[in-house]
T-cell receptor, first 112, second 111 residues
Framework: KQEVTQIPAALSVPEGENLVLNCSFTDSAIYNLQWFRQDPGKGLTSLLLIQSSQREQTSGRLNASLDKSSGRSTLYIAASQPGDSATYLCAVKTSGTYKYIFGTGTRLKVLA | DVKVTQSSRYLVKRTGEKVFLECVQDMDHENMFWYRQDPGLGLRLIYFSYDVKMKEKGDIPEGYSVSREKKERFSLILESASTNQTSMYLC??????????FGSGTQLSVL
């Protein structure tokens, strides 16, 4: 059974710092992995999707990597800004199932 | 861009009431999902639909049912609302099993 873990649960950094968020999964037979952003009381917004055959995806200041063999994905945020403050979740779609399994998220606070 | 619209942002209902949560997507996606999100538990799948009138149970279907009469609309029904169904409800859609698009959520309180 796929399990997805995100550590730490919360993180505070000063503005301008580069940071890495982690996502671990137990079953390497994944179809794809997505990173989402969620603002308080709102829905989730998809940031990046990495297919099983890919190693990384980039969008602006965001870069997501995928290492299936070690069961890890990282989301790198460059030059963080207060507007990046939100909860970041990863979700894994395992091959052969219709379910996306979500981590419980990392709550990021970027201090001005 | 894809739009997933949930009919209510906030809803307050009484125990025992029948509750309907509506979700509409505008991109002809075949897949639609209903999740609930609770602090410390993350997102949990209630039901999944892959076509009109087709559905699969998720991880926590008890106390819920769904309806998909048209491709763009997926409804979640709480047959008899209970206090333990107080939660944030999130609808999502996708083309095949690619990028997931979420609605803005419905915060349901059952008193």
């Amino acid at each position: 059974k796929q399990e997805v873990t995100q550590i730490p649960a919360a993180l505070s950094v000063p503005e301008g710092e580069n940071l890495v968020l982690n996502c671990s999964f137990t079953d390497s037979a994944i179809y794809n992995l997505q990173w989402f952003r969620q603002d308080p009381g709102k829905g989730l917004t998809s940031l990046l999707l990495i297919q099983s055959s890919q190693r990384e995806q980039t969008s602006g200041r965001l870069n997501a990597s995928l290492d299936k063999s070690s069961g890890r994905s990282t989301l790198y945020i460059a030059a963080s800004q207060p507007g990046d403050s939100a909860t970041y979740l990863c979700a894994v779609k395992t091959s052969g199932t219709y379910k996306y399994i979500f981590g419980t998220g990392t709550r990021l606070k970027v201090l001005a | 861009d894809v739009k997933v619209t949930q009919s209510s942002r906030y809803l307050v209902k009484r125990t025992g009431e029948k509750v309907f949560l509506e979700c509409v997507q505008d991109m002809d996606h075949e897949n639609m999902f209903w999740y609930r999100q609770d602090p410390g538990l993350g997102l949990r799948l209630i039901y999944f639909s892959y076509d009109v009138k087709m559905k699969e149970k998720g991880d926590i279907p008890e106390g819920y049912s769904v309806s998909r009469e048209k491709k763009e609309r997926f409804s979640l029904i709480l047959e008899s609302a209970s206090t333990n169904q107080t939660s944030m409800y999130l609808c999502a859609s996708s083309f095949r099993f690619e990028k997931l698009f979420f609605g803005s959520g419905t915060q349901l309180s059952v008193l």
